[in-house]
C-alpha cells in the first residue's frame, strides 16, 4: 500500500510551528536592537541586567520553597492515595478516585478562584502558606496518578506472600512494595515540581504581598513590556529546562539498557 | 477486633490523608463558589454579610451573553483545529520506525515542559508589531503596514491551539498506535476506497482517543484567561478574563464567584458526557469480543 506523505509533512510542520517561536526568543535575547524586529548585533547586555535584578531572584526563592514543599507534601499524599486506590475497591474507593480524577480537568482558573475564595472565607491570610497549600492540591493528583499507572502491572498477592512468609508490615512494604513503585514515585514528584515551578494561575489567584514566584514576576514584567529581559530570563529558564529533560532520558535510556542486560 | 473492621481501618489510613486533603482543599471550594454566589459584595473587596439574589441577578449584564458565546465557539473551534492537526500527526509518529517514534514524541512533549507564559510570550513578542513576523510577512506583500497581527480573536485562537496541540497528539497517538492496521487492509482488500476505509474503519477504531483528545483541550480552552489577556485584545475576552477583572481590578469576589459557578456548570456537562461515553463504550466492549 503506497503510503501518503501528507502526514509526514504535516508533522514536521507542526513541529517547526512547536519551535519556531522558541528559537525566535533564544535569538533575540543575544539581540542588541530592543524590539526584536531586526538584528541590531550581539550583546550579553539584557543577562548582565537580569543578574542585577533584585526582584526577580527573590521570586526565584519563592518559587523553589513553594515547589519543594509542594513536592514533598503531595508525593506523601499522592502515593498513599495511589496505593490505596490500587489495593482496595469499593465505595469509598470511587469517592476517592473521583477526588483524584477531577482536578485533574478542572481549569486552573477555577481551582484559583475556588481556593481564594476558600481562604477568603476563612479569612486565611495570603502569602507563602496559602501558595503552599493550593500548588500541593493540584499536584496531589499528577502524583497519584503516575504511581497509579506504576502499579498497574503490581500483583498485589505478593505483598500477602511476604507477610505469610512473616515479614513484619513495615518490612513488606520497604523491601518489595517501594521499590516496585519508586520510579513511578520520582516520575510523580518531577512532575509535581516542574507543574509547581510552572504554575501562573492559581499562584496568581492566591499570591498575597511578598509571596511572588518566578511566573509571577514574568507575567508582571510582561505587563510592563520589558520584553528583551523577559527573553534573556525566559532562554535560561528553557536552557535548564531542557538540560534536565536530556538527563532523565539518559538516565532512563541506560537504566532500560541495564535491565535489558 | 474482628479482622474485616481491622481491614476497613486499615484501607482507612491509607485513604485518609488525599482524601481529607482533597475534600477540604478541593471539593469545599469548589462548593463555596456556588455559596458565595449568593452572598452580597462588600466595599473593601472581600464577602458582605448575609445572603442576597442581587449577585445573580447581576449576571444579566448586557455584555455577558457575547463574551460566553465567544469562549464556547472560540474553545469549540480550537478543539476542532487541534484535532484534524492532531490526527495525521499521531498516525505520523505512531506509524514511524521505533528510534523516529522516540525522536517524534521527545520533540512533541519538550515544549510542553517549558513554561507556560513563556510559550505565550514567545508568540508575542514574534506577533509584535515591530516583530519578525510581521515584517515578513510584510516583505512578502501579504499584509498592509498598519494591519495588526496581535490583539484579535484570531491571534487568541493561534495561541491556543498552539498550546493545547500536545495534549491532542499524545492521548491520539496512544489510540493509533493500539489500532491495529490490518483491518485497513483487510476493508481495502474487500473493494473499500482509501477515504472510505479510514474513515468507516480508523475513525471510530480511535474513538476513545479522539474523546480524551477531545475533552484534553476543550475543558482548559474554556477556562482560557492567560492567552486572550496576554495575545488578545477587547474583542477577544473570555469568561476567564471577566473572572480575574472581577477578582483583581474590581474586587467584586461575589460576582466573580457567581461567574466561576457557571464556568463550573458549562466545564461539567462535557465531562459527564466523556464519562457516559466512557461508560458505554466499556459495556459495548464486551460483546464485541465474543462475537470475533
Not at chain 2, 200 to 227: E, T
Amino acid at each position: 500500500m503506497r503510503r501518503s506523505k501528507f502526514p509526514a509533512v504535516l508533522t514536521w510542520a507542526v513541529l517547526f510551528f512547536f519551535y519556531l517561536p522558541i528559537i525566535l526568543l533564544v535569538l533575540n535575547s543575544f539581540n542588541a536592537s530592543r524590539t526584536g524586529g531586526s538584528w541590531g548585533g550581539f550583546t550579553l547586555k539584557w543577562y548582565a541586567q537580569l543578574f542585577s535584578a533584585r526582584e526577580i531572584w527573590s521570586a526565584l526563592k519563592n518559587s523553589l520553597l513553594v515547589a519543594t514543599v509542594a513536592t514533598c507534601i503531595s508525593t506523601l499524599l499522592g502515593t498513599c492515595a495511589a496505593i490505596a486506590l490500587h489495593r482496595y475497591k469499593g465505595k469509598i474507593q470511587n469517592v476517592h478516585y473521583c477526588l483524584v480524577y477531577v482536578p485533574l480537568v478542572v481549569p486552573e482558573i477555577l481551582l484559583g478562584i475556588s481556593l481564594l475564595l476558600f481562604f477568603v472565607a476563612l479569612r486565611i491570610e495570603l502569602g507563602i502558606v496559602t501558595m503552599i497549600i493550593a500548588h500541593a492540591t493540584f499536584c496531589v493528583s499528577y502524583v497519584a496518578m503516575a504511581v497509579l499507572s506504576r502499579l498497574q502491572d503490581f500483583d498485589n498477592t505478593i505483598l500477602e506472600a511476604s507477610r505469610d512468609l512473616g515479614a513484619s508490615n513495615w518490612y513488606t512494604v520497604r523491601k518489595i512494595l517501594l521499590p516496585e513503585i519508586l520510579p513511578g514515585i520520582v516520575a510523580g514528584a518531577l512532575l509535581a515540581f516542574t507543574l509547581s515551578i510552572d504554575d501562573f494561575v492559581i499562584s496568581f489567584f492566591v499570591a498575597g504581598p511578598g509571596s511572588t514566584t518566578l511566573p509571577i514576576q514574568i507575567y508582571s514584567m510582561i505587563r510592563r513590556g520589558s520584553m528583551p529581559l523577559i527573553n534573556a530570563l525566559s532562554t535560561i529558564l528553557l536552557a535548564i529546562t531542557f538540560l534536565i529533560i536530556l538527563v532523565v532520558q539518559f538516565i532512563g535510556k541506560s537504566q532500560a539498557r541495564q535491565e535489558k542486560n | 477486633m474482628k479482622p474485616k473492621t481491622k481491614k476497613l481501618l486499615k484501607e482507612l489510613g491509607l485513604t485518609a490523608p488525599s482524601l481529607l486533603w482533597l475534600a477540604v482543599f478541593f471539593m469545599l471550594p469548589t462548593l463555596i463558589i456556588f455559596a458565595i454566589s449568593f452572598k452580597p459584595s462588600d466595599p473593601l473587596g472581600g464577602v458582605g454579610q448575609g445572603w442576597t439574589l442581587n449577585t445573580i441577578l447581576a449576571l444579566k449584564n448586557p455584555n455577558y451573553p457575547e463574551i460566553i458565546w465567544r469562549t464556547l465557539w472560540m474553545s469549540g473551534l480550537t478543539t476542532i483545529i487541534t484535532l484534524v492537526i492532531s490526527v495525521p500527526v499521531a498516525y505520523h509518529i505512531a506509524r514511524a520506525k521505533p528510534w523516529k517514534r522516540d525522536l517524534l514524541l521527545l520533540l512533541t512533549i519538550l515544549p510542553f515542559w517549558t513554561s507556560f507564559l513563556i510559550r505565550i510570550f514567545a508568540w508575542k513578542s514574534v506577533l509584535h508589531p515591530d516583530g519578525m513576523l510581521k515584517k515578513f510577512l510584510l516583505f512578502c506583500n501579504l499584509i498592509s503596514e498598519d494591519s495588526l497581527l496581535l490583539y484579535r480573536p484570531g491571534t487568541v485562537l493561534l495561541v491556543m491551539v498552539y498550546t493545547e496541540l500536545p495534549f491532542a497528539i499524545l492521548p491520539l497517538y496512544a489510540a493509533v498506535e493500539k489500532f491495529d492496521f490490518s483491518l485497513i487492509e483487510a476493508a481495502l482488500d474487500l473493494g473499500a476506497g482509501k477515504l472510505r476505509a479510514y474513515a468507516n474503519i480508523f475513525i471510530p477504531g480511535i474513538k476513545s482517543g479522539l474523546l480524551s483528545a477531545c475533552l484534553m483541550v476543550l475543558i482548559p480552552s474554556i477556562g482560557s484567561y492567560v492567552i486572550p489577556d496576554v495575545v488578545g485584545g477587547i474583542d477577544s475576552m473570555m469568561v476567564g478574563n471577566v473572572i480575574a477583572q472581577r477578582t483583581f481590578v474590581d474586587r467584586n469576589l461575589p460576582h466573580a464567584s457567581a461567574l466561576a459557578a457557571v464556568m463550573t456548570i458549562v466545564m461539567f456537562l462535557p465531562l459527564l458526557y466523556f464519562l457516559k461515553g466512557k461508560k458505554q463504550e466499556d459495556g459495548s466492549a464486551t460483546p464485541a469480543k465474543e462475537v470475533v
